[in-house]
């Protein structure tokens, strides 16, 4: 009974190099949805995904930031010219869709550094 | 846009206490939800509540659904030390497909 699974659980970037951090929903999930988290504070909505769409990336920076939910596959959160200030924990959490976006069920997270 | 304040923002207690905390929103919500997050981890949903006026126990823990819709509160009862942790409320609103996050309850238990 795998639930959602994440990797890397700990990635270190340089400033100006690119983070790809992957999340497999629970098995039936059709909903993914990545926040980001900063030390002491709570979780901040990203973008959340059906498969092959955006439904909403009104959290997600237009600049650098993109995420993506393959028909196959999993969900990818794409950071590209990583600066310090991206350094976080970023978590996905997914849901089976039928009820709205209730019960959501998180990953472990992926530590980002970047130095 | 929609704001939930959590309260208090950490507690020290000691083991076999009581506690209490609680989430109020600018707005109403039609489900709360509840979650612990342990350090280096993922948030675990501990409760879900659907319907206002809902009272949900899970083992130790009792949550409410606040009848005005905009407030909830978790109870844990005899506190014990696997209960240190942050402790988010997050709520939803049909109308939003988001789910609102409070700022966490930080709880450390006193030796």
């Known amino acids: 009974n795998a639930g959602v699974m994440q990797n890397p659980r700990h990635l270190v970037r340089r400033r100006g190099q690119e983070a790809r951090l992957r999340c497999s929903p629970m098995k039936g999930h059709s909903h993914v949805y990545w926040y980001r988290q900063l030390p002491e504070e709570g979780l901040k909505f990203m973008v959340y995904l059906q498969k092959e769409n955006i439904i909403d990336e009104s959290g997600m920076p237009k600049e650098r930031f993109s995420a993506e939910f393959p028909k196959e596959g999993p969900s990818i959160l794409r950071i590209q010219q990583v600066v310090r200030g991206d350094s976080a924990a970023y978590f996905c959490?997914?849901?089976?869709?039928?009820?709205?976006?209730?019960?959501?069920?998180f990953g472990p997270g992926t530590r980002l550094t970047v130095l | 846009g929609q704001q939930l304040n959590q309260s208090p923002q950490s507690m020290f207690i000691q083991e076999g206490e009581d506690v209490s905390m609680n989430c109020t929103s600018s707005?109403?919500?039609?489900?709360w939800l509840w979650y612990k997050q342990d350090p280096g981890e993922g948030p675990v949903l501990l409760i879900a509540?659907?319907?206002?006026?809902e009272l949900t126990s899970n083992g130790r823990l009792t949550a409410q659904f606040g009848i005005t819709r905009k407030d909830s509160f978790l109870n844990i009862s005899a506190s014990i030390p696997s209960d240190v942790g942050i402790y988010f409320c997050?709520?939803?609103?049909?109308?939003?497909?988001?789910?609102?996050f409070g700022k966490g309850t930080r709880l450390h238990i006193l030796p």
């Open positions: 997050a709520g939803h609103a049909s109308r939003d497909d988001k789910i609102i």
């Open positions: 707005s109403i919500f039609n489900t």
């Open positions: 509540l659907y319907k206002a006026g």
């Open positions: 959490a997914s849901s089976p869709g039928l009820a709205g976006a209730d019960t959501q069920y």
